[in-house]
């Protein structure tokens, strides 16, 4: 058990580019989270998967973000044309037997 | 919106227990109370849950009241290591199993 890894840890990009994360899970987990936290905030749902399947989108997904998981192991969150507001932790978790949630490391975005 | 009350800060003796609280009065009958806690610059951590007994692993305890509406967490023996923000959520098992976080309670644990 690796645990869940994400990359890159730490992204600057300028306005306007767009940028990928990637998410490994724990390899036996069939549900894969995603959640944004900026500073001196609680994380915050965006969306989830069961396996390929994107099953739930929070209002805060605007239609520059979308997420996939394609072969139902990795996901990937993109970004086009970034923001200064999409500075922020996006954080990926994948869900335990117990309901329990197991978190990367995030990956800190900032947008100059 | 989160469905838990926590205070923001709270101060704890290096060695001593720690018990920080939280306040779900709303809480359903077939909701857990879940406990993460997020150290600086990393990812949240899941501590424990339970749902109406009290629960022990080797990271805490978690104290619920008999209505369900409060619980405790309790660290026996805090070390600076501990300090973090700790996060109470009220989650039903089942359907998205998303996690809805409040502010949570910043921990300091001091020499």
């Known amino acids: 058990d690796t645990g869940v890894s994400q990359n890159p840890r730490h992204k600057i990009t300028k306005r306007g580019q767009n940028v990928t994360f990637r998410c490994d899970p724990i390899s036996e987990h069939n549900r894969l989270y995603w959640y944004r936290q900026t500073l001196g905030q609680g994380p915050e749902f965006l969306t989830y998967?069961?396996?390929?399947?994107?099953?739930?989108k929070s209002r805060l997904l605007s239609d520059r973000f979308s997420a996939e998981r394609p072969k139902g192991s990795f996901s990937t969150l993109e970004i086009q044309r970034t923001e200064q507001g999409d500075s922020a932790m996006y954080l990926c978790?994948?869900?335990?037997?117990?309901?329990?949630?197991?978190f990367g490391p995030g990956t800190r975005l900032t947008v100059t | 919106d989160a469905k838990t009350t926590q205070p923001p800060s709270m101060d704890c003796a290096e060695g001593r227990a720690a018990n920080l609280p939280c306040n779900h009065s709303?809480?359903?009958?077939?909701?857990?109370v879940y406990w993460y806690r997020q150290i600086h610059s990393q990812g949240p951590q899941y501590i424990i849950h339970?749902?109406?007994n009290n629960e022990t692993n080797e990271m805490a305890s978690l104290i619920i009241t008999e209505d369900r509406k409060s619980s405790t967490l309790i660290l026996p023996h805090a070390t600076l290591r501990d300090t973090a923000v700790y996060y109470c959520i009220v989650h039903q098992q089942g359907g998205s199993e998303k996690l809805v976080f409040g502010k949570g309670t910043k921990l300091t644990v001091n020499p």
């Open positions: 709303t809480i359903s009958g077939n909701e857990y």
């Open positions: 339970g749902l109406k």
């Open positions: 998967f069961q396996n390929e399947a994107q099953l739930e």
């Open positions: 978790a994948s869900l335990g037997l117990a309901g329990e949630q197991y």
